[in-house]
């Protein structure tokens, strides 16, 4: 049986490899903390709050992450595949998600709000609806992915190819539309 904690403040915590292993966090609040170098397996987090944490290079296996949001944190080479599939909904502000990789999960309505995405692995990955505001998604792969309905009109530096990503209704500006021609060599001015 997992540890519960509810209604939880923590702050400045550095934690160590597998300190928050097997427990449940919800309605808990986490502000500047350092979680890098984690290695998280079977956490629970419900309706938690994230502030200026540190999860660079966290290993993520079996995690729940259900109505999560994070402010000002970091996600360099995360790998969210492995989280648990039910209820997955997270909100990113302000965050560097560089190198993070959400490979083949569902993660539909999920957003994304002044964040730095670049080289982001959303390869078969549904974002049905995500809201990308603002974010640079240099690099970022799309293939195989379902972005029907995916605003990416505030977004930028993206490249993705219309013939390998389903985009029905996806919400794209003017000047965004390069990134979905790149591939035809076309100069657009």
């Known amino acids: ?38 290695l998280f397996v079977a956490i629970t987090f419900i309706d938690c709050t994230f502030h200026n944490c540190n999860f660079d290079t966290t290993k ?34 302000n965050c560097i998600l560089d190198f993070t990789k959400f490979y083949s999960l569902k993660i539909r309505s999920n957003s994304f709000t002044n964040c730095s995405m670049i080289a982001v692995d959303f ?10 505001d603002n974010c640079d ?23 993705i190819d219309p013939t390998k990503t389903k985009l029905k209704k996806a919400v794209f500006s003017l000047e965004g539309t390069r990134g979905l021609l790149f591939k035809h060599e076309l100069v657009i001015s």
């Open 137 to 159: 998604l240099y690099r970022s792969e799309f293939e195989k992915a379902i972005a029907n309905k995916a605003n990416f009109k505030t977004s930028y530096n993206y490249t």
């Open 123 to 132: 390869m078969a990955t549904d974002i049905t609806g995500v809201v990308f």
């Open 1 to 38: 049986m997992a540890d519960y904690f509810f209604e939880v403040a923590y702050k400045g915590i550095v934690y160590q490899k597998e300190e928050v292993n097997f427990k449940e966090f919800e309605q808990c609040t986490f502000t500047n903390c350092d979680f890098r170098n984690c």
């Open 60 to 93: 993520v296996n079996y995690v729940a992450f259900r109505t999560v949001n994070f402010n000002h944190c970091s996600f360099r080479e995360v790998n969210f595949a492995m989280s648990d599939k039910l209820i997955f909904e997270m909100h990113f502000y």
